[in-house]
């Protein structure tokens, strides 16, 4: 069941109809329509989306970490469509225990770099992943800087010394 | 373009045949971190048959700052000063983005019509200031010397300016939530006036610097081609898609700080090749003159910021004489200002292309996560794309191209 402000979003409606399954949440906060999808769906649901919503472009993948709450982890889209002057939200919740999505890179070839990012930084696997490896900290670096638990200042040095 | 020959490939060369001497060509070059024609710290691996790149991988990360980590420690007002440091050739166009996305966060908070009129000014500035490094670099990377000293003094002229309204040559912050820092200072926007008078007859000078110049046509054009089915699906913006035909500008398309009210034209070409990528950049530095001008013509008057209490703070003014000024000034200064629970995606066009800010907000004085969708992330991503099958030769100048900051791939 579409929550009550996206009855009328015809994307949503759409993935309502292919499946059911899909879509687990949503709103549209500020003007800005957000879906929150099942992960076991999403490269589907995105198909869907970039082919019959023109949602060619993927602006951007990222990640909140909202510890310590669960599920712990929101891994966040931002897609595009010039065609239809369009912006979208789509959200996945993973829990923090062994964080893992499916990758989009097969529906958006641009996504690999962000998904190394996340990868990076919040310690989120993405499943069938062309190339997943660290790509802003050096290869041998321990932990995920941007989860919340990791702190701002010195990992293992102390600025008092 | 050359094609790979089939006798190439490992299959078709048994050891000893002359094809197996020609695959003992292939060899991997390693470029940079420290390049001369990478501006920054790139670092690209190439695989080379020859002269013919078969394959490039980009390597980041070697300017990271943890800017987006650093930002969840502070102030939301204290994130101004983070955002010049991403893209330091277009700090204006950071401040901007990172300002609307907050007021959008905000919500009821009206900014001025001189602030917005000021804003676009201050962004359009900062692309011709942005486009400027440009040209002199991407010129000078590929031999034409002297364009380096005709872009930077008219650079410098923008420096100076922007040293005059906040006191900073680069790193201004200067745009902020609400409205501006500071009122402009007075003969400022006389000295707008000079530059814009002059600063066509500038470009005219560049183009025939240029244009006419046989080494800088050959080295330009032709080269340097991606399709732009390619472009939009590894996330380029920005010059490098409208130069390949697509006028995609969001400035038009999803106008903010009042850009509907300025008459522009998106520059646009279909060769999407390098020397239509400078072309493109030409004629934005003359849009973006016009509008500038515009700017200047059509200011209003009125305040400079906004009056919403909670988050721009007093007039000196008002905050000696009245004590419910003073309370605010003393609570935005020592615990900052509450921002409303929410999230926004903000993008604005910055003279790299797509600029996007994601905030969110838990509803305390700190902002929870802020994510920085910067132009040339997406633009590096797509150098293996772009350079195989090119010749090496023509590899800085395809790169060049992009016009992509180290900073602002890193973050």
């Known amino acids: ?161 | 373009m050359p094609d790979l020959s089939p006798e190439l490939t490992e299959e078709a060369s048994p050891a000893g045949t002359e094809a197996a001497e020609t695959r003992k060509r292939r060899l991997t070059v390693n470029m940079g971190p420290q390049h001369p024609s990478t501006h920054g710290v790139l670092r690209v691996l190439i695989d080379l048959d020859g002269e013919v790149i078969t394959g490039a991988q980009p390597d980041i990360g070697y300017l990271h700052t943890g800017i987006e980590k650093q930002c969840e420690a502070i102030n939301w007002s204290q994130v101004t000063t983070l955002t010049d440091r991403v893209d330091y050739l277009a700090n204006l166009s950071n401040n901007l983005v990172y300002s609307l996305a907050v007021e959008k966060l905000i919500g009821d908070i009206e900014i001025p019509p001189k602030a917005q009129w000021m804003r676009v000014l201050l962004a359009e500035l900062q692309r011709i200031s942005s486009h400027l490094v440009w040209l002199g670099t991407h010129a000078l990377d590929i031999g034409a010397m002297s364009m380096l000293f005709y872009c930077f003094r008219e650079r410098e002229q923008l420096l100076k300016l922007f040293e005059m309204f906040s006191g900073q040559r680069m790193m201004t912050s200067y745009i902020r939530i609400g409205g501006l820092a500071l009122e402009p200072p007075r003969g400022w926007q006389r000295r707008v006036k000079e530059f814009v008078d002059i600063f066509p007859s500038r470009i005219d000078e560049y183009e025939a610097l240029l244009e006419h110049n046989p080494i800088w046509l050959q080295r330009t054009r032709g080269v340097g081609h991606i399709s732009l089915e390619d472009m939009l699906a590894e996330g380029v913006t920005g010059p490098m898609i409208r130069a390949a035909g697509l006028p995609w500008d969001i400035r038009k398309s999803e106008p903010y700080s009042s850009y509907d009210k300025f008459d522009f034209k998106v520059a646009t070409r279909t060769a999407n090749d390098v020397y239509a990528r400078y072309q493109v950049r030409m004629e934005e530095m003359r849009q973006s003159t016009r509008i500038v001008q515009q700017a200047l013509d059509g200011m209003p008057e009125g305040p400079w910021k906004s009056d919403y209490q909670h988050v721009t703070l007093p007039d000196r003014e008002k905050m000696k004489t009245q004590m419910e000024a003073l309370i605010y000034h003393f609570k935005i200064v020592t615990e900052g200002f509450r921002v409303p629970a929410g999230e926004v995606y903000q993008a604005i066009e910055s003279p790299r292309g797509e600029i996007a800010y994601y905030v969110v907000s838990d509803g305390t004085s700190q902002p929870y996560r802020v994510f920085m969708r910067t132009p040339s992330f997406g633009n590096v991503q797509s150098i293996g794309t772009l350079l195989k099958g090119k010749l090496i030769a023509d590899s800085i100048a395809s790169m060049g191209s992009m016009d992509f900051v180290l900073g602002d791939v890193d973050r």
């Open chain 1, 1 to 161: 069941m579409l929550p009550e402000p996206l009855r009328d979003y015809a994307p949503a409606v759409a993935l309502e109809e292919l499946n059911p399954a899909a879509i687990v949440g949503g709103h549209a906060d500020r003007g800005e329509p957000t879906l929150y999808l099942n992960p076991d769906h999403l490269v589907e649901a995105c198909q869907k989306l970039k082919e019959r919503f023109a949602f060619i472009r993927l602006s951007s993948v990222t990640a909140v970490d909202r510890h310590p709450d669960e599920p712990r982890f929101e891994v966040v889209y931002h897609l595009h469509s010039l065609e239809n002057n369009a912006r979208l939200r789509l959200k996945c919740r993973v829990g923090g225990q062994a964080p893992s999505v499916p990758s989009v890179t097969s529906v958006w070839t641009g996504a690999n770099w962000y998904e190394r990012e996340v990868f990076d930084l919040f310690g989120v696997e993405f499943r069938d992943h062309p190339n997943l490896r660290r790509i802003m900290m050096p290869d041998d670096w321990e932990g995920h800087p941007l989860r919340k638990d990791y702190p701002t200042h010195g990992h293992k040095y102390s600025y008092k010394d």
